[in-house]
């Protein structure tokens, strides 16, 4: 029996303005085409199918395309509900998609029974338990006097439990049969990147480690995180990562999808299947001098437009240099790639906000005016002007806190 093993799709998702739909759209062709050829059985999406809980009509429209085309190919599918999807929306359709071979578990409903499905294919069996995203609300009741350190106990133990609770029934009820568990949660040690703006939700508070699964789990096909690794000292925990680069940060990923394949009640091999780079994504740094220069000289790459993060940094403020960064995106609007976001600091006030917090002093320990102190100080503000400065930053923070 082979599995696929994919997740954190965030359909939906824009890159700063640019919409992604066209990569997702080459992305599902791709996967699609894969399964076939490869001749899959199962396909594990752990989480995150949707970048927001209110998906817009194109990421449904892709959502329910895969699925349509997957019909003709008889693969089971199994779907799990992560932090960024809506439990209600993943859910609203499940009987009809259960009927069609496509489970979905859009939220834990406390009952691990209803998290376990059994496939069978020829004489190979196999388990897998299709745990969600488990919130807070899903994992302990909150009680008068609890201090924050009890509460983070409390979501650790209950994540802990579940698994507990969903290994027991799969080695009570079906002895002798592999387990795949799936989940959409943080696990300590685990390597982020810059577009996972949650990540200490539930199982990043709990710091969960892949030592608090229970043993006799085959294969642990996790989302969540975005760079595809394994988790712990074994083989068996592991994130299969973003199957496209949602953010700059994960413009070097190696993005891909994990095929696992299980013979003679044992899974045999665990291969990653490189995702095509359907859009390049760059980098340019430097001053205004040198980006210009290594604009004019870059070349594109990939099936879909070319999309460029430029991060100019210049020695000192100064007017001219703000009206000719003003005009670099114009200078290159008709360049065969698109520039997605544009920044410019300045070297002397970057440092000077560097020196407001290297203090011996707390920041805490600090009063407001203390620190707006400091802040004058490092812009050099003249002493004439300080006084108005401090006085009119007194009305404005009593306005704003009452």
Same mark, same amino acid.
């Given at each position: 029996?082979?599995?696929?093993?994919?997740?954190?799709?965030?359909?939906?998702? &824009?890159?700063?303005?640019?919409? =992604?739909?066209?990569?997702? =759209?080459?992305?599902?062709?791709?996967?699609?085409?894969?399964? @076939?050829?490869?001749?899959?059985?199962?396909?594990?999406?752990?989480? /995150?199918?949707?970048?927001?809980?209110?998906?817009? /009509?194109?990421?449904?429209?892709?959502?329910?395309?895969?699925? %349509?085309?997957?019909?003709?190919?008889? #693969?089971?599918?199994?779907?799990?509900?992560?932090?960024?999807?809506?439990?209600?929306?993943?859910?609203?359709?499940?009987?009809?998609?259960?009927?069609?071979?496509?489970?979905?578990?859009?939220?834990?409903?406390?009952? #691990?029974?209803?998290?376990?499905?059994?496939?069978?294919?020829?004489?190979?069996? *196999?388990? !897998?338990?299709?745990?969600?995203? =488990?919130?807070?609300?899903?994992?302990?009741?909150?009680?008068?006097?609890?201090?924050? /350190?009890?509460?983070?106990?409390?979501? &650790?133990?209950?994540?802990?439990?579940?698994?507990?609770?969903?290994?027991?029934?799969? +080695?009570?009820?079906?002895?002798?049969?592999?387990?795949?568990?799936?989940? +959409?949660?943080?696990?300590?040690?685990?390597?982020?990147?810059?577009?996972?703006?949650?990540?200490?939700?539930? $199982?990043?508070?709990?710091?969960?480690?892949?030592?608090?699964?229970?043993?006799?789990?085959?294969?642990?096909?996790?989302?969540?995180?975005?760079?595809?690794?394994?988790?712990?000292?074994?083989?068996?925990?592991?994130?299969?990562?973003?199957?496209?680069?949602?953010?700059? $940060? @994960?413009?070097?990923?190696?993005?891909? !999808?994990?095929?696992?394949?299980?013979?003679?009640?044992? *899974?045999?091999?665990?291969?990653?299947?490189?995702?095509?780079?359907? &859009?390049?994504?760059?980098?340019? %740094?430097?001053?205004?001098?040198? !980006?210009?220069?290594?604009?004019?000289?870059?070349?594109?790459?990939?099936?879909?437009?070319?999309?460029? @993060?430029?991060? !100019?940094?210049?020695?000192?403020?100064?007017?001219?240099?703000?009206?000719?960064?003003?005009?670099?995106?114009?200078?290159?609007?008709?360049?065969?790639? &698109?520039?997605?976001?544009?920044?410019?600091?300045?070297?002397?006030?970057?440092?000077?906000?560097?020196?407001?917090?290297?203090?011996?002093?707390?920041?805490?320990?600090?009063?407001?005016?203390?620190?707006?102190?400091?802040?004058?100080?490092?812009?050099?503000?003249?002493?004439?002007?300080? @006084?108005?400065? %401090?006085?009119?930053?007194?009305?404005?923070?009593?306005?704003?806190? $009452?």
């Amino acid at each position: 029996m082979k599995v696929l093993h994919t997740a954190d799709w965030h359909l939906g998702k &824009r890159l700063y303005r640019h919409d =992604l739909s066209d990569d997702h =759209l080459q992305f599902l062709d791709w996967l699609c085409e894969t399964i @076939e050829q490869r001749q899959i059985d199962v396909v594990l999406i752990a989480g /995150d199918i949707f970048d927001t809980t209110n998906p817009n /009509d194109g990421s449904m429209q892709l959502y329910y395309q895969f699925l %349509t085309r997957m019909l003709p190919l008889e #693969c089971k599918i199994i779907i799990t509900g992560g932090n960024h999807d809506s439990a209600t929306k993943l859910n609203a359709p499940r009987d009809l998609l259960r009927s069609l071979n496509i489970h979905v578990v859009g939220c834990t409903n406390g009952n #691990c029974a209803d998290e376990v499905l059994r496939l069978t294919n020829g004489s190979v069996d *196999l388990l !897998v338990a299709a745990v969600p995203y =488990l919130r807070d609300s899903d994992l302990r009741q909150s009680i008068s006097g609890q201090t924050y /350190d009890d509460r983070v106990e409390a979501v &650790r133990m209950g994540i802990r439990n579940h698994y507990e609770r969903i290994a027991d029934h799969c +080695h009570t009820c079906f002895a002798d049969v592999p387990v795949v568990a799936m989940g +959409h949660l943080y696990v300590k040690g685990a390597t982020v990147s810059e577009s996972e703006r949650e990540i200490h939700a539930v $199982g990043g508070q709990a710091a969960f480690s892949s030592e608090h699964f229970p043993s006799g789990f085959d294969y642990v096909a996790l989302g969540h995180i975005h760079v595809p690794q394994r988790v712990g000292a074994g083989e068996l925990v592991r994130y299969s990562g973003s199957p496209i680069p949602l953010s700059f $940060g @994960e413009r070097d990923n190696r993005h891909q !999808v994990l095929e696992l394949t299980f013979a003679n009640g044992k *899974l045999t091999t665990t291969e990653a299947l490189t995702v095509p780079r359907f &859009r390049s994504l760059r980098q340019v %740094t430097g001053s205004l001098d040198e !980006v210009y220069e290594r604009l004019s000289q870059l070349e594109p790459g990939g099936s879909l437009t070319t999309l460029i @993060e430029v991060l !100019v940094e210049e020695e000192r403020e100064n007017l001219a240099a703000r009206m000719q960064f003003e005009q670099l995106q114009r200078d290159f609007a008709n360049a065969p790639f &698109r520039i997605a976001k544009a920044r410019l600091t300045f070297r002397n006030k970057r440092q000077g906000l560097e020196s407001l917090y290297a203090i011996d002093t707390h920041l805490q320990d600090l009063s407001y005016l203390d620190v707006f102190a400091r802040r004058l100080e490092a812009s050099d503000v003249a002493d004439d002007m300080r @006084e108005i400065l %401090t006085e009119t930053y007194k009305e404005l923070y009593q306005s704003v806190v $009452g």
